[in-house]
């Protein structure tokens, strides 16, 4: 009984799905998801990155990056999607037309409306700050 307990408590918190998902329309080839607190993201997908990406990994999620762009694998189709910024993680420069913005005496980084704030190894995606969104 505790072993099953156990196991629907990971399930329900996530343990063994995806902690983001989305999927590939048959019809028009374009991807939909999008986490709160940024809008979804709607892409065509593509067959390969853009040469010069940097591959992030966040738990158990692989992302790629490419200035101020985040994508992820289509498993099934061998594709990539651009996806929605994952909050928390770390980027090693912002991309071209970032805005500077302080807040409540706090530095923040803009741009394309998804926030970021500058730790010790580069720039992290943040939750807006309270207030904003």
Known sequence: MKKILLV?????M????????FDLD???GFCTFGPYPYPPA???AIDNLP?????????????YYFNGTFFQKIVRD????VVSPPIGAVVFNLPEGHQYMLIDGRAFY???GVYYKKVLNGYKVILPPP???
């Open 26 to 28: 048959e019809n028009t």
């Open 110 to 112: 803009v741009v394309g």
């Open 51 to 63: 040469e010069g990406f940097n591959t992030i990994i966040l738990g158990t999620e692989t992302f």
């Open 8 to 12: 629907l408590i990971f399930i329900w």
């Open 78 to 81: 061998a594709k990539y999607a």
């Open 42 to 44: 709607l892409s065509p």
């Open 14 to 21: 996530g343990g063994l799905l995806p902690a983001r998902a």
């Open 131 to 133: 207030g904003i969104y």
